[in-house]
């Protein structure tokens, strides 16, 4: 057996244990499947992505089959007016009539990506492409800003007019959230920066890809140098805490730093590298991709060397133990997509080599 299948079985342990016959499980006590947090489907969204990518790089059957799992999940949470339901219980029963616009993004942003990957399964697109169609009306119903820009980047994966309307539609009413929130010394979309915050520029640079439009360009370059001035102030990466956040006037919360705000800010500095072919930005991801394996405010890894699991996050104690859903998914999506961008063979090997 060759190392890679080796290093690949040894510290995807914990993808398998936290996925059952219905999907992935929301929660773990430290490293152990918590059954009694149920599931949430936007897990299991980006789940989906997580397994396409590794389906992408190692197209083999335990792949596959959670490519079909979590597709499955995410065809029984829409409702028959095409929105998403989030949390399920342990006895498959959801909880709730209708979930957040956050979901329903992160649904989008699955689909989007799942529609438009080569190395997946004819049926699963077909599925997830009936699944994203019943779902596009309520775009226009959208209110909050993250649900609009998760749709967004989800939308970016798609060709056609429909896809390039909704985006451009959407992309505006972020554009005038920009505007009204603007000053000199904050260049943001509200008053206060809070979670998953590199998703909106990473949507507008999205926007502006889909529709050519600069003003998201600019909007989205001048907002993610703006976040970057306070989570790169001390040359690593630290995200807003969850503990207070960051209103317009104040200072950033220290702690709880979240393993998803690394991912997502990451995926950011590579649409932008993407863009502009400015090496800058492709530092920046690399030093995100960090933050997991020690370059953070600790010093301190938060992969598990025994299940390959991501710890759910930093304390200001230091590392919280647990190792969630959210966190587990985070910390593959950002080394899968690290792998993606790696200009060299010794850089594959690196990222590769860290799944211990």
């Not at 010093?299 to 590392?319: A, N, R």
């Amino acid at each position: 057996m060759m190392l890679y299948d080796l290093v690949k079985m040894k510290n995807e342990q914990h993808i398998f244990r936290m996925t059952d016959d219905t999907g992935m499980l929301q929660h773990a006590k430290y490293g152990v499947p918590d059954p009694t947090k149920g599931y949430t489907t936007d897990d299991n969204a980006r789940a989906l992505i997580m397994a396409v990518l590794l389906y992408e790089q190692r197209p083999v059957k335990r792949y596959e089959t959670l490519i079909y799992r979590y597709t499955s999940f995410l065809l029984n949470a829409q409702n028959e007016d095409g929105w998403f339901r989030n949390f399920m219980g342990y006895d498959r029963r959801f909880i709730e009539e209708r979930g957040s616009e956050d979901c329903f993004g992160r649904c989008l942003w699955a689909l989007g990506f799942t529609i438009s990957n080569e190395h997946v399964p004819v049926n699963i697109r077909r599925v997830a492409k009936y699944i994203l169609d019943r779902a596009l009306p309520n775009c226009s119903k959208l209110l909050y800003p993250r649900g609009k820009a998760y749709s967004i980047i989800g939308l970016g994966f798609l060709d056609g007019d429909q896809a390039k309307v909704i985006i451009r539609s959407l992309a505006t009413s972020l554009a005038e959230e920009y505007y009204n929130h603007c000053r000199e010394d904050w260049k943001w979309f509200e008053d206060v920066l809070t979670y998953s915050n590199a998703v909106l520029p990473w949507a507008m640079l999205v926007a502006f890809q889909a529709t050519g439009e600069q003003r998201f360009k600019g909007i989205g370059l001048e907002s993610l140098s703006f976040l970057e001035k306070h989570t790169f102030n001390k040359g690593y990466f630290k995200p807003i805490g969850c503990h207070g956040w960051f209103e317009k006037g104040g200072k950033p919360a220290e702690f709880d730093e979240q393993p998803i705000e690394a991912c997502e800010m990451l995926l950011a500095y590579l649409k932008a590298y993407e863009m502009t072919e400015e090496d800058g930005y492709l530092e920046k991801a690399k030093k995100c991709y960090r933050w997991y394996t020690g370059y953070n405010s600790k010093g301190v890894s938060l992969i598990d060397p025994e299940t390959g699991g991501c710890y759910d996050g930093i304390t200001k104690d230091g590392v919280n133990l647990n190792q969630g859903a959210e966190s587990l998914i985070s910390y593959y999506i950002s080394i899968l997509s690290m792998e993606r961008f790696c200009s060299s063979s010794a850089e594959k090997y690196y990222y590769l080599s860290k799944w211990a």
